[in-house]
C-alpha cells in the first residue's frame, strides 16, 4: 500500500498517494485499504473456508484495525472464518490493564468472543514483578519470549487453526534491520515471510505485511474505532525503538524504504554450507524450540531460581546445565514470593 500526506481543505478530506500521486476521498480510501488487505489475503492464501482464527488483540490501533477490517471482509466475501479475539494479560499495571478494558469494549462493539491468558496464570510471574528482578535493560527479552508462547498456549486452549497478528510494514521491515544488527541469520531467513510457524504449535499470519502504519493509524481516527494508544511503559529502551528511528530517518530521505527493506529481506537467502539451527522439541515443556530447553523455559527457571540474567543472551550447554542443577542458589523474591506460585510450562 501507498504511504499516504493527509490535506485538510475547507470540509473535505483527501488522501494523496506519494507514489501515485492519486487523490482520494475519505470513503475512496476506506475502499482501498480494504480491498488490498483482501488482495493480501487472497493472493497469499492464508485462510481456507471454514477454519478457526484467533486475533492477537492487544488494543492498540493494530489489532484493533486487524479486528474491524477482518471481520468486516469476512462478512462482505464470504472468508467463513470463525473469529475468536485473544489477549495476552502481562501484568503492567497502568498499561496492560487499561488496554484490555479497550479490548473488553472491542469484544462487544464486534461482537467477537474474547479469550484473555495472563503471565501470571501461565508462569507464575507478572511483568511487574519480573521487572523488580531485572530491571529496566532487558525487560523486553522476557516479554517478548513469554507473550509469543502464551499466544500459542491461548490459541491452542482455543483449538484455533491459525492466528492472526497486527504486525504492519513498519514492524517487518524493523525486525529485518534489527535481525541484520544481530546478524541472526535464522530469524532473518523467516522474518519477513508472511505465514510463520507451520512448523511449530500454529501458524501466524500477517494480513497488515504491506501496510503502512500512517494508513492504520489514519484509519483508525477517520473509522473513530475504539483503540488504546498509550505506549508501553516499560518499553523506552527497547532495542527495537533504536531500529524505529533509523528507519524514520532513512525513510525522511527515500519514502519507499519501509517497503524496499521487507523485499530486500524476501530477496535473502542462506548458502547450502551454512550451518542453521535444527528445529526441534522443549524436552521440558514440548514447545518448539532449537535447544534443548526452549527459551521460555530457560528464562522461568532462571526467574524461580534467583538468576533470571542466566537466561539473557544465547542460550548454552552451561547455562543449560546450571538451570537444570538443583542447587543453584535463590533469592529471597524467589523463596518467599514465588515459592506457591512458581510454575513449569507444560504443552
Known amino acids: 500500500m501507498h504511504e499516504l500526506n493527509v490535506l485538510l481543505f475547507s470540509d473535505f478530506l483527501f488522501f494523496i498517494s506519494l507514489y501515485q500521486g492519486h487523490a482520494l476521498c475519505k470513503d475512496c480510501f ?6 488490498e488487505v483482501h488482495h493480501t489475503i487472497i493472493s497469499n492464501k492464508l485462510f481456507e473456508k471454514g477454519e478457526k482464527v484467533a486475533i492477537g488483540a492487544s488494543g492498540g490501533k493494530d489489532s484493533t484495525v486487524l479486528a474491524y477490517v477482518l471481520k468486516k471482509l469476512n462478512e462482505e466475501y464470504n472468508y467463513g472464518l470463525e473469529l475468536i479475539l485473544l489477549s495476552v ?13 479497550t479490548v473488553k469494549r472491542n469484544e462487544m462493539q464486534y461482537e467477537l468472543p474474547l ?22 535493560k532487558n525487560n523486553c527479552t522476557f516479554c517478548g519470549v ?24 513498519d514492524d517487518i521491515a524493523e525486525t529485518v534491520i534489527m535481525n541484520v544488527l544481530r546478524g541472526d541469520i535464522a530469524r532473518l ?41 498509550t505506549e508501553c511503559i516499560y518499553s523506552p529502551n527497547a532495542y527495537r525503538g533504536h531500529a524505529r528511528t533509523f528507519l524514520k530517518d532513512l525513510e525522511k530521505i527515500r519514502p519507499s524504504s519501509i517497503l524496499d527493506i521487507i523485499h530486500s529481506g524476501e530477496s535473502l537467502f542462506v548458502k547450502k554450507d551454512v550451518k542453521m539451527p535444527v528445529q526441534g522439541i ?34 548454552t550447554k552451561a547455562k543449560i546445565e546450571v538451570l537444570s542443577s ?9 523463596d518467599e514470593d514465588k515459592s506457591s506460585s512458581a510454575k513449569s510450562l507444560e504443552f
Open 282 to 315: 522443549c524436552k521440558r515443556c514440548g514447545y518448539i524450540s532449537s535447544q534443548p530447553l526452549c527459551k521460555a523455559c530457560v528464562l522461568l527457571e532462571g526467574l524461580n531460581k534467583g538468576l533470571p540474567r542466566l537466561g539473557i543472551g544465547k542460550t
Open 115 to 136: 479469550k484473555i491468558v495472563s503471565y501470571e496464570e501461565l508462569y507464575g510471574w507478572t511483568m511487574d514483578a519480573i521487572v523488580k528482578q531485572i530491571g529496566l
Open 146 to 169: 513469554f507473550r509469543r508462547q502464551a499466544l500459542d498456549r491461548g490459541a491452542m486452549a482455543l483449538k484455533v487453526d491459525k492466528i492472526v497478528t497486527g504486525h504492519n510494514a
Open 189 to 229: 531467513r523467516r522474518c519477513t515471510a508472511i505465514v510463520t510457524g507451520t512448523e511449530g504449535a500454529i501458524p501466524r499470519c500477517k494480513p497488515f505485511k504491506y501496510t503502512y502504519e500512517k494508513e492504520i493509524v489514519m484509519y483508525a481516527y477517520f473509522k473513530k474505532l475504539d483503540y488504546f494508544s
Open 30 to 35: 476506506y475502499t482501498t485499504f480494504e480491498t
Open 89 to 101: 494479560d502481562e501484568g503492567i499495571t497502568g498499561y496492560r490493564d487499561d488496554s484490555l478494558e
Open 326 to 334: 538443583g542447587d543453584c542458589g535463590s533469592s529471597q523474591h524467589a
